[in-house]
């Protein structure tokens, strides 16, 4: 079984893959910035590891990676402010791309959105557009680095019960539960074949296990 790292531990995506890992025997440690988030990370089966990964330099989070076969980014400033989303989706995420190469863990899992890329074509002047830059610039130089990398990019995430289908041939971004996106981080961990692969996504009617292969 393996030891997974998740950065960014309270989340509503980091919180159902937790108790995935935990139930099928893997060791997980999710990162969080809050110490009153560690009971909710613990009821998932979850170790809380409570780190500031905006403050913390590349031989911190090196630190904090360090000892585990995998790390997931799935962690976000939130929205509302671009100098903090500029501070976490960006920097921070690229600091832990580089401290896992210092720590020796190659296998890194991003979870972005569908529409990220250099191009995206978010306007400057609409407040998504913050996000959009830290979000491409973070799975570009993901994608440049030696790990091995996958970068899943699910349509718009909705709490509607996940099905375990999805469809991976998607040219548009649709919706999809966000069960099924930890469903198929889950599954994509376990895969060292979806290595340096960019997933998009969004609800559909075939297995995970067969749209990813």
Known sequence: MARILIIGGHGKVALRL???????????DAVIRDPGQALDVEATG?????ADVEQLDTAGLAAVIAGHDAVVWSAGAGGG????TYAVDRDAAIRSMDAAAEAGVTRYVMVSYFGSSPDHGVSPENSFYAYA???????EHLRASALDWTVL????????????????KATASGRVSRDDVARVAAE???RPETAHRTIRFNAGSTPIADALG
Do not use: C, Q, W, Y
Not at 81 to 84: E, K, L, V
Not at 153 to 168: F, Q
């Open 133 to 139: 830059e830290s979000k491409a610039a973070a799975d």
């Open 81 to 84: 402010n671009p100098a903090r």
């Open 153 to 168: 990019g699910p349509g718009s995430l909705t709490d509607d019960p996940g099905t375990g289908t999805i469809d991976a």
């Open 46 to 50: 979850a170790f809380a590891v409570v």
């Open 18 to 28: 937790e108790r995935i890992l935990s139930d099928r025997g893997d060791t997980v």
């Open 188 to 190: 994509v961990l376990a």
